[in-house]
């Protein structure tokens, strides 16, 4: 099995910041893509940011681009972050990490999708 392990949500003022981090754990042969969703009271999941293991292709929702950035810990392949700056009202949602790939299982790889439990982000006004 691969478990995701989150950290660094919060609360913090208008215009502050915050970085989640997320590590997985697991015998993890492969990653495919990690990424970021949030989920609002009364609202769908939806994502926030991606990015590619493979060529490193990001991808943003248009309401956080320019404020938001993910990364991949270049030493730490297994984990990921989410760098949140300028932080507004309206990002305040529970947040998840994502990941993807091919985990070892019984001498063989077997697909793994893989969601974290999730982490608090409230921005107050």
């Known amino acids: 099995q691969v478990q995701l392990v989150e950290s660094g949500g919060g609360l913090v003022q208008d215009g502050g910041s915050l970085r989640l981090s997320c590590a997985a754990d697991g015998n993890i042969f492969s990653f495919n893509n990690m990424g970021w969703y949030r989920q609002a009271p009364g609202k769908q999941r939806e994502l926030v940011a991606s990015?590619?293991?493979?060529?490193?292709?990001?991808?943003y929702a248009d309401s956080v681009k320019g404020r938001f950035t993910i990364s991949r810990d270049n030493d730490k392949k297994n984990t990921v972050y989410l760098q949140m700056n300028n932080l507004k009202p309206e990002d305040t949602a529970v947040y998840y990490c994502h990941m993807s790939g091919r985990w070892w299982s019984g001498g063989i790889t077997r697909d793994y999708d893989t969601w974290g439990q999730g982490t608090q982000v409230t921005v107050s006004s």
């Open positions: 990015v590619t293991t493979s060529g490193g292709s990001t991808n």
